[in-house]
């Protein structure tokens, strides 16, 4: 019989691909994962892991229990929230994490509909990218994350995480009114017309960026990043100041009052997707579906489409 946690900390190895990433995600000093994996190696009877230069590599052994894994992880959590629904009142605790644009709109409403209709739900929220929440649900540290993810970059993939959308939202040129005057009111931008513009770009959302310079370079150039922000007030105020442009989801710009025009991007089409996340196996814990059924609700009267 194989033990669950050695097997969690293989599948662990094969998402992060170090010994040093899973002991971070584990809480685990690298020693101990490497121990555990030790053992669980000798459980199995056959070399598991293959040490080429500074990287490990899964043998086929390996990834045949990886994949096995995956399902035991995803049925360990349906059980857990089949024994929770037996329970018919709503209560205990969840962990929430958002993206900062997504935290106020989506979240802070959830979370008050939640404590009005459940009392003995407590929600607790926190911020994070999604890169980092969706290392936090597979550690367990939360149990429900708001995601987004653009149209031309690969998409998340985690096999032990379940994703359904909310919203879809196109991606705004931020242009400065005067800029904005000489190409119409209200009308269309086109990136070719900024290829001498400023920039201003996210820092933490290093996806946006990349998207920022894909479609740049889709518009035969590349951007000049001048400015780089976490802030979307920060963002907005260089856009109304003159100094440069911006692209931005609908759904943080339309959170800020500011001097700007917005315009969709009429070169190519740019959207992001905003969804819930949970672990597989997860969804069926009262709590959590309380959660995930009052984000949706909140979600459903915003704009939807681009």
């Known amino acids: 019989m194989f033990e669950v946690r050695r097997l969690r900390l293989l599948w662990e190895l094969a998402a992060h691909g170090t010994i040093a990433a899973v002991a971070e995600a584990c ?38 229990l990886v994949a096995h894994t995956e399902r035991v992880l995803a049925e360990l959590e349906q059980a857990r929230a089949e024994v929770a629904a037996l329970d018919h009142n ?33 929600v607790l929220l926190g911020e994070e990218e999604p890169e980092q929440s969706v290392a936090g649900l597979r550690a ?12 031309v970059l690969p998409r998340l993939h985690d096999a032990g995480i379940e994703l359904q959308p909310l919203l879809h939202e196109p991606l705004l040129l931020a242009l400065p009114p005067r800029r904005a005057t000489q190409m119409g009111d209200g009308g269309p931008g086109s990136l070719e017309g900024l290829s001498q513009a400023r920039w201003i770009a996210p820092g933490s959302d290093s ?46 710009a339309e959170q800020l009052a500011a001097e700007v025009r917005l315009h969709p991007v009429t070169d190519l089409r740019l959207t992001r997707t905003v969804s819930v996340a949970v672990r ?3 969804g069926g814990d009262p709590a959590i579906a309380a959660l995930v059924r009052s984000l949706r609700r909140v979600a459903g009267p915003l704009p939807n489409g681009g």
């Open 90 to 122: 709503v209560r205990g605790t969840v962990g929430l994490v958002a993206f900062p644009s997504a935290a106020g709109v989506l979240a802070a409403p959830a979370i008050a509909e939640c404590q009005a209709t459940y009392p003995d739900l407590r």
């Open 140 to 151: 367990r540290r939360i149990d429900v994350a708001l995601v987004y993810e653009y149209n």
């Open 280 to 282: 597989s196996g997860s």
């Open 207 to 252: 996806a946006l960026r990349s998207v920022l310079v894909r479609a740049c370079n889709a518009a035969g150039f590349d951007p000049q990043l001048d400015y780089i922000s976490d802030d979307y007030r920060v963002i907005m105020a260089l856009v109304q100041a003159g100094v440069g442009v911006s692209l931005i989801p609908r759904l943080a």
């Open 27 to 64: 809480a685990l000093s690298p020693s101990a994962v490497s121990q555990q994996l030790s053992l669980l190696e000798r459980e199995v009877r056959t070399p598991l892991l293959i040490r080429d230069g500074r990287r490990l590599v899964l043998t086929e052994a390996a990834r045949i």
